[in-house]
């Protein structure tokens, strides 16, 4: 039987753990259904930088959760996806050489498949196939509910939103990221199983100290507290 030779690159970047998680499913799923090629999970952030991956992780941990000032002046302020203007050319400058190394990588791998969960490798990724690799499909997969001007990235074959309003907003966008409203997806936020398996609530309550004559709520929060 002759071995499957394709790759299938799932890429995220280290700031969070959502990111990751979210590529982490996508990769048991695409298991489960059988797939016997190879799949790699890459970290853009590694291939950065120091100083730039640094920000991007660290620096985004300690502005969001520290000076929340600063992080909707950085980031929620330019929420308005109708405010969206594509990036400079010498913004594209930039990101072309804090991404050389990341690109190589791309190059000697050759994906034949490319799913990100992260806005910076999805920039990448689409670039890898218009420039090196026009037969690699591309997808992204947004990993927030609320869809951020970052999100727009060129080069894509597909994207994957959280929520069925996030499409029709997306569609709009097709101008600049090549993905028509029937490429788009609404499929939620990847978990993985075991956060699906259902559990006893009593031995829940018996393990965690709860008091079963109470009513009790948990509340989940993001990076923000």
Request: charge should be positive; hydrophobic fraction near 40%; glycine fraction near 8%.
């Amino acid at each position: 039987m002759e071995s499957d030779k394709r790759k299938i690159l799932l890429l995220y970047g280290s700031a969070g753990a959502g990111h990751e998680t979210a590529c982490r499913a996508i990769e048991g799923e695409i298991r489960s259904l059988g797939f016997e090629g190879e799949i790699h999970v890459v970290d853009v952030l590694k291939y950065m930088p120091s100083i730039i991956a640094d920000i991007f992780s660290k620096g985004y941990l300690f502005v969001a959760s520290k000076v929340p000032w600063l992080w909707y002046a950085l980031y929620e302020r330019k929420s308005n996806l109708y405010r969206f203007k594509p990036p400079s050319s010498l913004q594209n400058v930039f990101w072309k050489i804090v991404l050389r190394r990341f690109n190589r990588y791309l190059i000697k791998e050759r994906p034949n498949y490319i799913i990100s969960t992260y806005f910076t490798s999805s920039w990448a990724a689409g670039r890898y196939k218009k420039v090196h690799n026009p037969r690699c499909e591309v997808a992204t997969v947004v990993t927030d509910y609320g869809l951020h001007p970052v999100w727009l990235v060129p080069g894509q074959g597909r994207y994957f939103v959280a929520v069925e309003d996030n499409v029709t907003e997306l569609a709009e966008f097709e101008w600049y990221t090549g993905v028509c409203k029937a490429k788009i997806k609404s499929v939620g936020i990847p978990i993985e199983k075991r956060f699906i398996v259902a559990k006893d609530k009593k031995a829940l309550r018996e393990k965690y100290g709860f008091d079963s004559r109470l009513f009790t709520v948990l509340v989940l929060a993001g990076v923000y507290g």
